[in-house]
């Protein structure tokens, strides 16, 4: 009776015991534009520290399951920096302060965050290009003022991913432009591996290509080493960069909070 009683007793201070801190979750989606539901992203890798920052360590990963769903254990009080990740991109950071209710969802659009896109201005409505580029989640739009008699080329170097270079592409020639030819620089450097850029090529001949085309595109070839390239002292030009921090979440989601 004795040992039964011992046992009883172990169980109840077990049971009594609490894990101090609070359960942090939240999770992210994928913005696709036009899609009713954005789709869930999982196998992101989440990390937290807390603020200021005294050191270097970091809480985590925490990666996201099949619902795009994180979750942090025994955090303790206070307000802390997380940042996620998906394979070596940088997908979104924010601040918050721990407490068992969930962070508000986030809708993310997921791209190489490095691409920088150079548009020069021709006879179009870059207006609608700049609309094309937000809808894909291309923010901080600036345009010049600058001519050029004809844009029939797309560049791009070895570190754009070629989702981009098919996006990118297709957004040209929706608005307008009659491109005849996409292809990798003929030669990398640092200056252009990650940047896709419209120009002008004289020597292209040929039917311009349709959006289709460009979907349907497995890959792109290297251009020649003897074709032209444009000089930005040329005309002036409109830089697109990337900005994958925030998409506005659609009205029956939840606010994006930062």
């Not at 807390?50 to 925490?62: A, E, R, T």
């Not at 307000?79 to 993310?108: E, G, K, M």
């Not at 608005?175 to 850029?197: H, K, M, Q, W, Y």
């Amino acid at each position: 009776m004795k040992r039964l009683d011992f046992v009883l007793s172990l169980a109840t201070i077990v049971a009594d015991v609490r894990v101090p801190g609070f359960q942090v979750s939240g999770a992210f989606y994928r913005y696709l534009p036009g899609a009713a539901t954005p789709p869930p992203i999982a196998g992101a890798s989440v990390y937290i520290r807390p603020l200021p920052v005294k050191n270097d360590v970091w809480l985590g990963p925490s990666v996201t399951d099949s619902n795009g769903r994180y979750t942090f254990i025994a955090v303790p009080a206070g307000r802390y920096l997380l940042q996620a990740f998906i394979s070596s991109s940088f997908l979104w950071q924010q601040t918050f302060d721990a407490s068992n209710r969930p962070i508000p969802a986030v809708v993310c659009a997921v791209h190489e965050p490095r691409t920088t896109v150079v548009c020069y201005k021709e006879r179009t409505d870059w207006q609608q290009v700049v609309k094309l580029f937000r809808d894909l989640g291309y923010q901080n739009v600036l345009l010049r003022a600058g001519t050029q008699s004809m844009t029939n080329i797309v560049r791009f170097g070895s570190g754009v991913p070629l989702e981009d270079v098919t996006l990118v592409g297709s957004a040209f020639v929706a608005a307008g432009l009659r491109i005849r030819a996409i292809r990798r620089f003929s030669s990398d450097t640092p200056a252009n591996g990650d940047v896709i850029e419209s120009g002008t090529d004289p020597s292209l001949k040929g039917p311009a290509l349709t959006i289709a085309s460009i979907q349907s595109a497995r890959d792109f070839p290297r251009g020649s080493p003897g074709e032209r390239t444009l000089s930005f002292s040329d005309v002036e030009s409109a830089q697109i960069k990337k900005n994958i921090a925030s998409i506005p979440t659609p009205p029956d989601l939840p606010q994006i909070h930062r």
